[in-house]
């Protein structure tokens, strides 16, 4: 059955320093794709980065990096140059493409950035 | 730029009663969801669509139901709410693209059924 871990409830990090978010999943479909979203105290969720499984380079984009390791089946997220407003939960999300459009969501990781 | 739109932000309801949740998108996608966000805990599809005319059931759809009568609009009805029922729900939609299929949400509806 396909699942989502988050096993960090709670992080800490420094201003300007970098951090990374650990996400592990499973699944026994060899297409599917993963996202992480953010939702800030507003309470909104946030598309951050996206990694298919067949993609052979790890995402991007702009300060969010995604370590993809699919052997160990984790998909951690790296924020560089952490800021005061990336103080937010973290959600790690997947889609297998032959169950529809449906994501499955871990339980997030709250992240706080200390000035 | 409104992307998706929910209404209402907020509801209090007593148990028995009913309400429709509303959501609409402009980025002409084919795809709708709706989700629950309860403390601690990530969101659930509650239905979903993939099309004008259907839908699905997700995760947990007990106590809840969807209609999809046009592509822009995904209706959530609760037709006797529960206290189980008081929490956040998310609207959503995406174009499906293989795997990428990327979510946009709304900004949440607070419900509380007392």
């Known amino acids: 059955a396909q699942k989502i871990t988050q096993t960090q409830p709670g992080m800490f990090v420094q201003e300007k320093e970098a951090v990374t978010l650990d996400c592990t999943y499973d699944t026994s479909d060899p297409s599917y794709g993963l996202f992480w979203y953010k939702q800030p105290s507003s309470g909104e969720m946030i598309f951050l980065i996206y990694?298919?499984?067949?993609?052979?380079q790890n995402a991007t984009e702009g300060r969010y990096s995604l370590n993809f390791q699919k052997a160990r089946k984790s998909a951690n997220l790296v924020i560089s140059a952490s800021q005061l407003g990336d103080s937010a939960m973290y959600f790690c999300a997947m889609r297998e493409v032959h169950q529809g459009g449906k994501l499955i969501f871990g339980q997030g990781t709250e992240l706080s950035v200390k000035p | 730029n409104a992307g998706v739109t929910q209404t209402p932000k907020f509801r209090v309801l007593k148990t028995g009663q009913s309400m429709t949740l509303l959501c609409a998108q402009d980025?002409?996608?084919?795809?709708m969801y709706w989700y629950r966000q309860d403390p601690g805990m990530g969101l659930r599809l509650i239905h979903y669509?993939?099309?004008?005319?259907?839908?699905a059931k997700g995760e947990v759809p007990d106590g809840y139901n969807v209609s999809r009568l046009k592509k822009q609009n995904f209706l959530l009805g609760l037709e006797s709410a529960a206290p189980s029922q008081t929490s956040v729900y998310f609207c959503?939609?995406?174009?499906?693209?293989?795997?990428?299929?990327?979510?946009?949400f709304g900004a949440g509806t607070r419900l509380s059924v007392l």
């Open positions: 669509s993939v099309g004008e005319g259907t839908t």
């Open positions: 990694q298919g499984s067949y993609d052979q």
């Open positions: 959503a939609s995406s174009q499906p693209q293989g795997s990428k299929n990327i979510q946009y």
């Open positions: 980025m002409n996608h084919e795809y």
